[in-house]
């Protein structure tokens, strides 16, 4: 893929950020929480949830996590493309795939392995790229969607936060994963029922076993950080990562790159958090979707780029300008 020209880019950004302002408003009046959405926000999630399509699968069960599901539901997983849980009851109204297995986190590998060739047989030309995420992580899909932008789907990648154990390196499934078109297509063809490393096992961790197999048909594991190392899908809560205190000595032993607590260790366009509460959940949804500090956003009215492939444009540039590394091909 094309980088695309530096003028371009420098420019393009200036504008997405806010040189491109009209007309002056009186201070006193500002511009409401509808209108900056209308007019800031909205434009670059409506451009990326039809440029990035993402079906998210989101592991739950039919009994004691179907309530915590519902506000999943509720909150960020109405900004995927499609979702479904993994196995909701059907009571619940909730989509839900059900494939007959007992709901036991023995089976979860054997329920991700049949949710991807579901999507293999029924879904896979319908989108672009593939969340797994827990009943407890909170998602922000336009983050997601901004940084798989500058990827081509039909190469075959798997994104998340870099894990190892005993020698063996995975995403981390409470982070949440996501595979590219093309990884899902060579797991389903090459990988399940073919390679032994697609087979259950007793390796600890369904995202240990998914990752194996993964790596064993050629799927590019991808660093996700951005320049200064600095993370956006994380294994726990919000307050685990962000208040003042000693750091769990697990991340020490899991984490592949480097991880230093606090939020010196966050990237700002921050992708996922797991271990989310309920109230965490909508506490969430509002600081990122409602609330806001005031700025010039609220004296001046911000110009629209002529059209939305420029504004993809511009977002794919400040997408790659926020990754460590970017492969090309």
């Not at 909205?42 to 739950?60: E, G, H, Q, T, W």
């Not at 979702?83 to 329920?111: C, I, K, W």
């Not at 190392?229 to 962000?242: F, Q, S």
């Not at 939305?308 to 444009?313: G, K, N, R, S, T």
């Amino acid at each position: 893929m094309p980088i695309l020209d530096k003028t371009k880019i420098i420019s393009r950004i200036s504008c997405l950020k806010l040189s491109a302002v009209k007309h002056p408003m009186r201070a006193s009046t500002g511009l409401s929480t509808n209108l900056v959405n209308q007019k800031v926000f909205n434009p670059v999630s409506d451009a990326l949830f039809n440029k990035v399509r993402v079906y998210c699968f989101i592991m739950s069960t039919k009994d004691e996590k179907e309530g915590v599901s519902r506000h999943v539901h509720a909150t960020w997983a109405k900004r995927c493309n499609k979702h479904v849980f993994v196995t909701a009851n059907e009571a619940s109204g909730l989509p839900s795939l059900d494939f007959g297995l007992n709901q036991t986190r023995d089976n979860l590998y054997l329920m991700i392995e049949n949710t991807l060739k579901h999507i293999y047989d029924n879904e896979l030309e319908n989108y672009d790229f593939f969340l797994k995420a827990d009943y407890d992580a909170y998602v922000v899909m336009e983050n997601l969607r901004f940084m798989l932008l500058p990827y081509d789907p039909d190469n075959a990648y798997h994104f998340g936060c870099r894990f190892k154990h005993k020698g063996k390196l995975y995403m981390s499934g409470g982070a949440g994963y996501v595979f590219s078109r093309e990884a899902i297509r060579r797991m389903a063809e090459h990988g399940f029922s073919k390679r032994p490393e697609c087979n259950k096992s007793d390796r600890p961790g369904e995202d240990v076993e998914i990752a194996q197999c993964a790596a064993a048909v050629n799927v590019t594991a991808v660093d996700i950080r951005d320049r200064l190392g600095r993370h956006k899908m994380l294994p726990d809560k919000p307050t685990a990562h962000l208040t003042p205190q000693p750091l769990y000595w697990g991340f020490n032993i899991s984490f592949v790159h480097k991880y230093s607590h606090g939020e010196q260790a966050l990237n700002e366009y921050m992708i996922s958090f797991h271990h989310v509460d309920t109230n965490m959940m909508y506490v969430l949804d509002s600081m990122f979707y409602k609330f806001r500090r005031v700025s010039l956003m609220d004296i001046t009215q911000v110009d629209q780029f002529d059209n939305e492939d420029d504004l993809i444009d511009s977002l794919k540039a400040l997408s790659i300008e926020n990754l460590i590394a970017y492969p090309k091909y």
